[in-house]
């Protein structure tokens, strides 16, 4: 796989791993309750930034740079967004229902990415800051 050269992925240990694989858990759930919404959730991109705000804090504690913190938040992006688009051939989505589901996504994805860097933000890496 081509992220095990990526700082972001060398720098942590197991625990580490396996502690921002259940946040990508998490935010992915999060992401697919936001597609599935009737409506705009506020509540549901608060989840976001703050599982983006713990990713952060994380980061930082085991001192990765911040643009190594936000690549692996660009990488997971990525990810997710290929999956979305690379469905079935026999799954028929309208293209203006394409565009919508993407720039859902995109919303997700982009507020946990701003807790991310709110969290580099932050006096003190271990202290709950809403």
């Known amino acids: 796989m081509a992220q095990h050269a990526e700082p972001w992925l060398k720098e942590q240990d197991e625990a580490g791993r396996d502690r921002n694989r259940l946040l990508g858990k998490q935010l992915m759930a999060v992401t697919m309750r936001y597609l599935i919404a009737e409506e705009e959730d506020e509540g ?34 990525d990810k997710l967004l290929a999956a979305a688009v690379e469905l079935p051939d026999n799954v028929r989505i309208p293209p203006s229902s394409q565009l919508q589901m ?29």
């Open 44 to 77: 549901l991109l608060d989840e976001a930034r703050s599982i983006g705000r713990e990713y952060g804090r994380s980061a930082r504690r085991t001192g990765l740079p911040i643009i190594d913190a936000l690549q692996a938040s660009m990488f997971f992006h």
């Open 102 to 130: 993407l720039n859902r996504i995109n919303r997700v994805l982009n507020t946990a990415q701003l807790g991310v860097a709110a969290a580099y933000g932050e006096e003190d890496p271990g202290h709950d800051v809403p």
